[in-house]
Nanobody, 126 residues
């Protein structure tokens, strides 16, 4: 069992920045591969970013490349999503997720993730 708690969401103007945090507990964090997904109203959940268990390999959705940065701090049992140049279309509930026995460094497939956080709302105003 892994518990995930997200924080850092909020309301920001277009062009602004936010940093999301996800604190994990329940398993040795250094063995976990992590990801961020988001879901906007009326839309399916979509992949945002992923990071390997070591934190050295990352992957991003095309829509956020160059604007978002995922990072993993194994000493703090936390994963972060730094978001810059935010756009109204980034508005969504953002979820942190974990793969406990990763067979590949990163994954953009939500079905491969074993545990999910409760989500944190990000709203970007025009």
């Amino acid at each position: 069992q892994v518990q995930l708690v997200e924080s850092g969401g909020g309301l920001v103007q277009a062009g602004g920045s936010l940093r999301l945090s996800c604190a994990a507990s329940g398993r040795p964090f250094s063995s976990l591969a992590m990801g961020w997904f988001r879901q906007a109203p009326g839309k399916e959940r979509e992949f945002v970013a992923a990071v390997s268990w070591s934190g050295r390999i990352t992957d991003y959705a095309d829509s956020v490349k160059g604007r978002f940065t995922i990072s993993k701090d194994n000493a703090k049992n936390a994963v972060y999503l730094q978001m810059k140049s935010l756009k109204p279309e980034d508005t969504a509930v953002y979820y942190c997720a974990v793969r406990v026995t990763p067979t590949m460094p990163t994954s953009n497939d939500a079905r491969r993730y074993d545990y999910w956080g409760q989500g944190t709302q990000v709203t970007v105003s025009a």
